[in-house]
């Protein structure tokens, strides 16, 4: 199907694991994005890409890793996860242009607990 | 930080009523964005409004831009409890340099059937 799709839906994990959280866009848009939706701080920008094989950081890169080798996919990986990297991690495409107009398109969401 | 900021947080009406969400920004953009969110599920792109408009519409969704005081708001008319929903404003990067949304942290409103 059309669309974007992350995966896992849900996990929980354990301090120090390693985890990573896919995300597949069916629509070749060039950009792709990675954000954590925490109370009282709304969506934060984590990572982002603009091509495959571009990544650059946001708001909120530390402790995470991402790579984008194909164009319809961002994994986001915690290397070693923390009690402070529990959240709702949302992926979203779009085809930004130049004057900067775009939508982004949301994935539902991967929820992440770490223990 | 935060680039957009709602307000008010919470919003309670009741069916039929108008619901209006504001939203400040702090730096200049070239076009801000409002987005819905059901609970549970990812954001949905609403209406964009570029910074050389004032005004837009979108069946009962009225957005209007005051660039002058980096602000925005979003109006629902004649809202229904299918509208219940958080809803987010977004600016672009202009500023920072960074082609991504920065969202506000939302305005949570509850339509009363």
């Known amino acids: 199907d059309a669309g974007i799709t992350q995966s896992p839906r849900y996990k929980i994990t354990e301090t120090g694991r390693q985890v990573t959280l896919m995300c597949h866009q069916t629509w070749s848009h060039s950009y792709m994005f990675w954000y954590r939706q925490d109370l009282g701080h709304g969506l934060r920008l984590i990572y982002y890409s603009a091509a495959a094989d571009i990544t650059d950081k946001g708001e909120v890169p530390d402790g995470y890793v991402v790579s984008r080798s194909k164009t319809e996919n961002f994994p986001l990986t915690l290397e070693s996860a923390t009690r402070s990297q529990t959240s709702v991690y949302f992926c979203?495409?779009?085809?930004?242009?130049?004057?900067?107009?775009?939508?982004?398109?949301f994935g539902e969401g991967s929820r992440l607990t770490v223990l | 930080s935060q680039q957009g900021e709602e307000d008010p947080q919470a919003l309670s009406i009741q069916e039929g009523e108008n619901a209006t969400m504001n939203c400040s920004y702090k730096t200049s953009i070239n076009n801000l964005q409002w987005y819905r969110q059901n609970s549970g599920r990812g954001l949905v792109h609403l209406i964009l409004?570029?910074?050389?408009?004032r005004e837009k519409h979108s069946g009962r969704l009225r957005v209007t831009l005051d660039t002058s005081k980096k602000s925005s708001s979003l109006l629902i008319t004649a809202s229904r409890a299918a509208d219940t929903a958080s809803y987010f404003c977004?600016?672009?990067?202009?500023?920072?340099?960074?082609?991504?949304?920065?969202f506000g942290s939302g305005t949570r409103l509850q339509v009363q059937p």
């Open positions: 409004i570029r910074s050389n408009e």
């Open positions: 979203a495409s779009s085809n930004l242009r130049e004057t900067g107009d775009g939508e982004l398109f």
């Open positions: 977004a600016t672009d990067g202009r500023i920072t340099g960074r082609r991504a949304l920065t």
